[in-house]
């Protein structure tokens, strides 16, 4: 087992299935000398040339057509969007085109594209650096989205999406790309795309929550343990299909259910995963359930007080398990 | 700029990368055709015409939702159709007015039916698509996008596939003169020179975006001349010379495979209304209309091949005598036919 950072994760992932796999090949804005922004394709262009590292021009929409025409042809691109929040000229392709491709010929088209996207904030992006954009691609039958916290899972995850021949909308929350650590196998691996995790168990308080978010939901109940509430911490790794066996077991156990993201609160994940447990686990519920999330407000701002006001945090969220707890 | 071979189409003094190919006498037998390809074409879009009449007033009856003609564009699609089958080795992007093109690759009127009507057994989409606008892919044709330019970064991106894929394919991108307006036609022809592809973008100019007129869209004359700001060649075909369209794309399609993308404009009228859906009496001067149908290539390229002695008039008879007897039989059987089951909805979603 080595130790690595959620980054180093990634690019080992891309790394492995660029050597396993010649069809496989990134695609996107700096990734080719530059390594990528965030260096996730560091070193790739010495051993993979150019042309399975290619640095595209300066525009979106063009990286996802182009990706998508390429995995018509049998290709199995990566196509790398630079920073969430600059996903959005090229939503036609992804949620116009590829998401429907399959289905609208009947089967005949496959698109095996991973798209990654670093995303989230708690980095002082501002505006234009820091968005969540999973419940839009959540929202879109066809696509599968992934939301891995951990360097075993983005590692484990990304192999598994580049493999399959569905679009995979591989959001990387980018805080924990330096931020969080920890041991990844040394031998191959994947992770398959669908199950949740309980990365905590408990019995009071069913905390469900993704990316980055993930972890402050860890720090809380780690925090409400010493008041003696056992928060149990659901991390659905995958957003879509969601894994409402998991989440149901869970609510059934505890009875009470906090639904924690960075997201926007209006039509969020937390709002399906809210109307899962009304639907099918009403009579287990002892409180009503709860979402913590950002704010209705087109992301985080810039100043770090205002981007403060719109992350959750650990305390906010102990505060949040302890209130339900109390029901 | 790259330099176009010595086998392009002679360019025009004023416009480096532009030339004009062809005039509506046309050129006896061009290069790589025989008689019978010609006489073919007639028969052909004589089918085509009859299957496009037919279809339109199955929508008028309420059996055909709806429907975009293809009259007006037959000559540029089967010229330049032709092209990419002499070569073999070309795959299609087309775009939705293109019902020469699906049927002279091998659609069957039964199956057009079919799919004009959304019926079980529709061949593109499993009847979940408009008529004609799933894939094909053992004729080598891909889907359409109603969102008009999506499909060229996409053919930008199969060519890409095939380059990377060491194949010889040249694939061709059809899109009308509204789609070049859109930001993702810059960047995919952009891209396509970047990487020197081997694309064909085929432009059926019939300067109409619905009722937008082409001097709504751009200040330039010709889409053509955008070319040469991309560093590739741009060419200018009157569309409804069959010939014509065929020699520009047998000399692009060349190019394609041996330097980079070309880009040829084929200009076309559009004898019906956008679709369906729209009158064209609200936009569309009828003098010019009246004036635009003297040239319908469904009639002057068949009388062509018979005061070419290519065709007998005894033949061409026969095409329409055979094409109405053919729409009526595809028309009785696709009104026949049931509609997809609804328990398919959810078939196909994921792979």
Redesign the interface.
Known sequence: MAEMTVIEAVRSALHEEMERDERVFVMGEDVGQRGGVFLATQGFIEDFGPQRVMDTPLAEASIMGIALGAAFRGMRPIPEVQFSDFVWPSVNQLIGEAARSHYGTNGALKVPMTVRIPYGGGIRGGLFHSQNVEALFFHTPGLLVVTPSTPYEAKGLLKSAIRDDNPVIFLEHKKTYRLVRGEVPDEEYTLPIGPADVKRAGSDVTVVSYGLSMHYCLAAAATVADDGISAEVVDLRTLKPLDSETILESVQKTGKLLIVHEDNISGGIGAEVAALAADEAFEYLDAPIARLCGPDVPTMPFAQSLEDAYMPSPESIAAEIRRLAAY | MTQAPSSLPTETDAEPSIATVGDKAGPALPAGLTADDLVEVCRQMILVRAMDERIWMMNRQGKVPIAASCQGHEAAQLGSLLAAQKDGDCFLFPYYRDLALKMAVGLTPRQVMLSFMGKDGEP???A??FPL???D?PRNI??I?N?VA?G???????????K??GDDTVTLCYFGDGATSQ??TH??M??AA?HKLPVVFVCENNKFAISTPQESQMVVSDVAARAEGYGFPGFVIDGLDVIACYEATRQAIEHARNVGPALIEMKVERFMPHTTDDDDRRYRDRDALDEARQYDPVTLFPAQMVDQGIATPAQIDEFRTDAQSQVNDATDFADAAQPPDASTIY?????
């Not at chain 2, 060229?152 to 095939?162: D, E, F, M, N, W």
């Not at chain 2, 078939?347 to 792979?351: E, F, G, S």
């Open positions: 593109y989409s499993g979940r698509q606008q799933g894939a892919l891909i889907q996008s969102v999506a060229l970064t996409q053919s930008v991106g199969y060519a890409l596939g095939c990377m894929l930001g993702e960047e995919a952009n891209f970047i078939d196909h979603l994921y792979v």
